[in-house]
């Protein structure tokens, strides 16, 4: 995996996390361009995983296939559904929400990261 | 049995959003889990395999009731987590045999941060909570009043 790609992700979804904890406060609901913050996540996390699976096709690294492409794909999953009840729940709620899909993420980066390394 | 829905307020939304979020990405987390090591190394240890998906999909069930507010469904799928993160817990810590050590319940939740264990008290006290809010109904989805 590479790292400067995986800190970026970290970054990302500690920033998405704070803006999304500042609207908690404010009592707000998710605004779009936090979905667009969201997204550009989601846009590092594709790259990411295009490129893991390059690397494990033609490179000499080997990981837990299963474990690694599972947590690939929960990570994929979190922000689209968090992004879809910003849309359902216009109350300060949906950005509790936001502040847990984007602390997830960051976490599942971390696990990633330590299940790209081992092994 | 009786539909209390139409009185009471949804489960799904307002803070129980958040409630469905956290056990939305713990059944994602637990599901993925089981259906790994069932698939991988059943053979090493099939009861706490198959406990661990069966965990999992009672995350599932309880993600779904409680986002569709469908409180017959949510009482009793909640109620085996309490159930099952005290037992699995208890017996984990105790260490009767070589019971299960990787299961989401295993050592009361340790593993996700003792999230399985306050998941449970979260949710029946969302589900009465909701179930009183403008309600003449038993909150766990019992006869309706006549009236």
Known sequence: MIVPVALLVGVLCLALAGWATWFVVLDRAVILRQLWGGAVIEAALVIQAVVAGVVLLVGDHDVDAALFWGYVITQLIVLPIAAAWAFAERTRWSSVVLLVAALTVGFLEFRLWQIWETL | ?147
Do not use: H
């Open chain 2, 1 to 147: 049995m009786t539909s209390p829905r139409a009185t009471t307020r949804p489960t799904g939304s307002g803070p129980g959003r958040l409630l469905v979020a956290i056990y939305g990405i713990l059944a994602l987390a637990a599901t993925a889990r089981g259906i790994y090591q069932v698939a991988t190394k059943l053979s090493e240890a099939p009861l706490a395999y198959l406990l661990s998906l069966l965990a999992g999909l009672v995350y599932c069930v309880a993600t779904y009731a409680l986002a569709t507010n469908r409180r017959s469904i949510a009482w009793p799928a909640v109620l085996v987590e309490l159930v099952g993160v005290l037992t699995v817990g208890t017996l984990s810590v105790v260490d009767v045999g070589d019971f299960p050590d990787e299961t989401v319940w295993s050592g009361f939740g340790a593993g996700y941060g003792y999230i399985p264990l306050v998941l449970p008290f979260l949710g029946i006290w969302w589900l009465w909570s909701t179930g009183r809010a403008r309600a003449d109904t038993t909150a766990d989805g019992g006869p309706t009043p006549v009236g």
